[in-house]
């Protein structure tokens, strides 16, 4: 059974600084799949944050987030982490780990949540002062 956990959401300060681990399970590793963040806040409609292809040969960023998230496989390749640094309070938001089943190195589905398989639970990101 696949399965995707995400963790390390909280309240920061703007400015502050947050990093997620999205852990999977479920007989895949990250040599075999994509794995792509997103978000959603209240009202509005879900955003695709950063994704990371097979063997972590592309990684993607939204316009928004560009420069001050990274995506990063852990070393024992069932993990992925959202290091998120100079929060804004428009960075609030559910965040949600996904799976995309494909062995591609160069491409990984940044906006289109439609292409991915499992997804976590989601954790709350809150910055505010």
């Known amino acids: 059974q696949v399965q995707l956990v995400e963790s390390g959401g909280g309240l920061v300060q703007p400015g502050g600084s947050l990093r997620l681990a999205c852990k999977f399970s479920?007989?895949?590793?990250?040599?075999?799949?994509?794995i792509g963040w997103f978000r959603q806040a209240p009202g509005k409609e879900r955003e695709g944050v950063s994704c990371i292809s097979a063997r972590g040969g592309t990684i993607y960023y939204g316009d928004s987030v560009q420069g001050r998230f990274t995506i990063t496989r852990g070393g024992t390749k069932d993990t992925v982490y959202l290091q998120m640094n100079s929060l804004k309070p428009e960075d609030t938001a559910v965040y949600y780990c996904?799976?995309?089943?494909?062995?591609?190195?160069?491409?990984?589905?940044?906006?289109?949540?439609?292409?991915?398989?499992?997804w976590g639970q989601g954790t709350q990101v809150t910055v505010s002062s």
């Open positions: 996904a799976r995309w089943d494909r062995d591609s190195t160069t491409y990984c589905p940044l906006t289109q949540a439609n292409e991915y398989d499992s």
């Open positions: 479920g007989g895949f590793i990250l040599d075999n799949v994509g």
